[in-house]
């Protein structure tokens, strides 16, 4: 991992973001028969990609051009969402596992799985599972990047008095040499 490894030090590729016929239609296909999906028989046709910007620290996001008010009416109503934005990190230009998994999860909020409920859960990881940080080179330099930022470095276990160096976001239960509760 570089030193200076950073979300905002992605370089924006030149070309707007693409995604697969195949990945679309296995969304549509999926969402077939899903009550919360309002926007299904327009979403195709309404969606735009783009790259965030560098800075930004989301991964993905989804915008409504007609905003929140028109939306909530279009919804109630069934009617066409109007020009739908989804935007991604130029990051995940690096990383086609991860990139698919936050596409699907952003298209899933265009087809109007607005909130983030088990229904959309399950169906993002069905469609296009997160890769693990096996996987993801991506996935370990942002954890690396939120441990650097993190206030606590180390553990020290009160018991045995063993130290060791902080590799999870989560505090742990148990000393890693004695296993006594911490």
Request: hydrophobic fraction near 40%; proline fraction near 7%; charged fraction near 25%.
């Amino acid at each position: 991992m570089a030193e200076d490894w950073r979300l905002a030090n992605a370089t924006t590729p030149a070309e707007p973001p693409t995604i697969e016929f195949e990945v679309i239609q296995s969304c549509l296909d999926a969402l077939s028969g899903v009550v919360d999906a309002i926007f299904l028989p327009w979403v195709e046709d309404r969606i735009h990609l783009e790259w965030l910007e560098a800075s930004d620290d989301r991964l993905g996001m989804t915008r409504f051009d007609e905003g929140p008010n028109e939306l909530i009416r279009r919804r109630r109503l069934r009617l066409d969402p109007g020009d739908i934005t989804i935007g991604l990190h130029p990051i995940l230009a690096l990383d086609r596992a991860l990139f698919r998994h936050t596409f699907v999860h952003e298209f899933l909020h265009a087809a109007g799985l607005t909130l983030h409920s088990e229904e959309h859960d399950s169906l993002t990881n069905r469609l296009a599972p997160a890769p693990s940080l096996d996987e993801s080179e991506v996935l370990r330099n942002m954890r690396q990047e939120v441990l650097g930022q993190l206030p606590i470095q180390e553990w020290t276990c009160r018991s045995c008095g063993h130290h060791w160096k902080r590799t999870t976001v989560r505090t742990p239960q148990r000393c890693i040499k004695c296993a006594r509760p911490l």
